[in-house]
């Protein structure tokens, strides 16, 4: 599957609410997901670094320079 296809699903599924950004409970529950136990000790410190304009939510581009950097 290409990447951007694999962010568009991951999004399309993760963004509970449909508002186009990954709040932090979703944001959460696409961590869980992706690292499993890991994951939920990570989250508060990853979710900081991929919210890179401090919006307090994920954008797509922010979803996919994560799925790059973590999962690829």
Known sequence: ME???WVDEL???FDEDK???INRSEFVEL???LLQDK???MCETIFNQFD???SN???KDELKD???DLAL
Do not use: P
């Open 52 to 54: 890179k304009n401090h």
């Open 39 to 41: 994951g939920i000790r």
């Open 31 to 33: 961590i869980d997901v």
């Open 3 to 5: 990447l951007n296809q």
């Open 57 to 59: 939510s994920i954008s």
């Open 66 to 68: 994560m799925v790059i």
């Open 11 to 13: 999004f399309e599924v």
């Open 19 to 21: 508002d186009g950004q």
